[in-house]
């Protein structure tokens, strides 16, 4: 089986509601990364995601809902949730909260009692509804699972072009890192995985964000020790490549290839797991100059981090 792709518009979301309501997997862009959608109210659907990715079954899944006010469905709402929800939803920024019996499929929520809810800033939305489809989706990264995360359609089909029936091609995605993960309770507000709103832009409503228990259960995806890594060897934090190492820069003092020659950390978000894929191959040594550990670098850095681990 090969993978049809289709531009994203009309006859793509129709193809992608019939899909899914047969039970099959689709690949949709986000403004995140490319993410690999089923039925969150079918444990086969989501079966099939762990199995096309080979995801490790502790790891969780965000349910991604076509609308905000989807969310009460599925969870207990904290006035702290409803809060950013206004502010950031739809948009890069998912919300743990307590479950509340619902509908969803038991592997949704990974056998917690809290569940991941995203309403992601993607026009496949209303084009879904459109077509007949208004469920929620389960929608980890449409990439095998620890490897770089795909931002293309292109990055999609060469992971599991293989293993699912659909890929939607919207483009480039326009943020190129993962949604930042929030969970909230009664006790405030915990980071369980930086992404693309930075920390101090989510702080600014919560107050200080606490830290996860590590040695508690993975609460949310993106938390494994490694991840999100290339075949390649990967060298953090180097001013310039040793021999037979090829440098990402950042900065105007390195060429090209580079995150963002101007500095800018929103374009080397964009670019991160672009070059990580360009660049990738089982013999190559990469380099990666510093970058500023501030606002979305803090994301960056997080991933490059979990990408070099044990290389």
């Known amino acids: 089986m090969s993978a049809k792709v289709m531009t994203a518009g009309p006859d793509a979301y129709a193809r992608a509601a ?5 039970g099959g997997l689709v690949a949709l862009p986000t403004e995140t990364v490319y993410g690999l959608a089923g039925d969150a109210k079918s444990d086969a659907a989501i079966a099939a995601i762990y199995n096309a990715k080979g995801r490790p ?15 009460a469905r599925y969870a207990v709402i904290p006035a702290l949730a409803t809060e950013l929800m206004a502010q950031f939803w739809p948009g890069p920024l998912t919300l743990v909260l307590p479950r509340r019996d ?3 499929a038991e592997r949704a929520s990974a056998g917690l009692d809290t569940i991941a809810l995203r309403c992601p800033d993607a026009p496949w939305r209303a ?31 060469a992971d599991l072009g293989d293993r699912i029936p659909l890929i939607i091609d919207g483009g480039a995605c326009a943020r190129g890192l993962e949604s930042t993960v929030i969970r909230v309770d009664a006790g405030g507000a915990i980071l369980l995985r930086s992404g693309a709103i930075a920390e101090d832009v989510i702080a600014a409503i919560t107050g200080p964000l606490a830290q996860p228990n590590p040695e508690g259960p993975l609460a ?15 060298r953090l934090n180097a001013n310039k490549a040793s021999d037979g190492e090829t440098l990402i820069g950042f900065g105007p003092a390195y060429r090209e290839p580079s995150l963002s020659q101007s500095g800018d950390l929103s374009e080397a978000a964009r670019n991160l797991y672009r070059l990580l894929r360009d660049l990738d191959g089982p013999h190559v040594r990469l380099a990666v100059a510093p970058i500023p550990n501030t606002g979305l670098g803090i994301a960056i850095n997080d991933r490059l981090r979990r990408a070099a681990l044990g290389r």
């Open 57 to 71: 079954s502790n790891n969780p899944l965000i349910t991604h809902l076509l609308a905000p006010e989807h969310a």
């Open 102 to 104: 619902s509908d969803l």
């Open 127 to 157: 084009g879904l509804i459109a077509a007949g489809w208004s469920g929620p989706l389960v929608m980890p990264s449409a990439n095998l699972s620890g490897h770089v995360s795909p931002t293309t359609a292109a990055h999609v089909a």
């Open 220 to 234: 949310s995806p993106g938390m494994l020790a490694r991840h999100y890594a290339p075949q390649a060897s990967l």
């Open 18 to 22: 019939k899909t899914l309501q047969a």
